[in-house]
């Protein structure tokens, strides 16, 4: 590993995503500040919690700078009192505006979740997933005004497992960049990354998960819904309607990991769309297109997550039981 430590640097970024590279940068140079998101509430309490990089970067003794605005000029002051070489964005959450951009001297990069020119935007890991992708990757790039158009210094690939999640593929894009920043950041500092252009005509876009991409349409084939929970796993989670054949009452069903069958794979009848059984022990609801998706991890409005063996043994979930789409009024 290379070190570059008379080189001051700044980090951005606000979640725990963000966390190995701000670590990793901290081995490699003087961070002399980090530029996080504000505190915001979260939970039941709704209590006011820190972001995961600040809890990191005090830990570490750092001085946080979490502004409201970040086109006022007020955070590019702060950053040329810092006489900052660079700064390394991570998952920040907010467009840098020039002045900002051009306040290090050496400019701001960008680690972003994708293979760029795809999955520009907020959300590259779940958006990917949804779409069925079998890989992803992470690209540094040197920032400018756009959203993620900047050039390309660096790019990493990384294969997507057949049951990665959201959640999982999130840890290992944030060790991946760890990994990055160690290695790229040296040689940027060093001259000897070459910036290269993106195909802008080849963009595509990743924008932020809405409660729309959170309700399941089961008329959908069961692959297609096996990727929106994936993506969407642990939060927010996917979810749907489920009514009680035993009871007629209706709540809400947060699937939390499902797997596509085909025809091979059950012995079962056709199941009509929404419609729930179980064979040989597996927990099963009909989709469209005569596909089927074994609901493996779910829960019940009001109730703990369960796996599919506590879900039929303590009949949350019964054979008959009816599963359709939440509105988002219903949501």
């Not at 979810?239 to 009680?244: D, G, T, V, Y």
């Not at 056709?270 to 099963?284: K, P, T, W």
């Not at 469209?288 to 599919?308: N, R």
Request: charged share 25%; with cysteine.
């Amino acid at each position: 590993m290379r070190y570059v430590a008379s080189v001051r640097t700044l980090f951005f970024g606000t979640p725990a995503i963000s966390v190995p590279a701000f670590e990793a940068l901290t081995t490699i140079s003087e961070v002399v500040g980090v530029v996080c998101q504000p505190d915001r509430p979260s939970g039941r309490g709704m209590k006011m919690r820190p972001p995961a990089v600040k809890i990191a970067a005090l830990a570490k003794n750092i001085e946080v700078y979490q502004p409201e605005k970040v086109k006022d000029g007020a955070l590019a002051n702060w950053i040329r009192e810092k006489n900052a070489d660079l700064a390394l964005v991570i998952a920040y959450g907010r467009i840098l505006n020039r002045e900002v951009l051009d306040a290090p001297l050496n400019g701001c990069l960008n680690l972003h979740a994708s293979l760029l020119p795809e999955y520009r935007g907020a959300a590259p890991i779940q958006r990917g997933l949804m779409d069925g992708r079998g890989e992803t990757g992470l690209c540094l790039m040197q920032m400018d005004e756009g959203m993620d158009t900047g050039d390309v210094l660096s790019t990493y690939r990384l294969p997507i497992e057949p049951e990665e999640t959201a959640g999982s593929l999130a840890e290992k894009m944030g060790a991946l960049a760890a990994e990055m920043t160690r290695r790229e950041i040296p040689r940027f500092m060093a001259r000897e990354l070459k910036p290269t252009p993106q195909a802008h005509d080849a963009a595509t876009y990743a924008p932020p998960i809405t409660k729309d991409d959170s309700l399941l349409d089961l008329n959908q084939e069961a692959n297609t819904l096996q990727n929106q929970i994936r993506g969407l796993a642990p939060r927010p989670g996917a979810s749907c309607r489920h009514l009680s054949k035993t009871s007629g009452q209706e709540r809400r069903l947060r699937i939390v990991s499902a797997k596509a069958l085909n025809s091979e794979e059950i012995s079962s009848r056709s199941l009509a769309v929404g419609e729930v059984d179980i064979n040989c022990g597996r927990l099963l609801v009909g989709c469209g297109k005569q596909t089927c998706l074994e609901i493996l991890e779910a829960q019940l409005e009001g109730k703990k997550c369960l796996g599919a063996t506590d879900l039929v043994n303590g009949r949350t979930l019964s054979a008959g039981d009816r599963l359709s789409s939440l509105s988002l009024s219903g949501s």
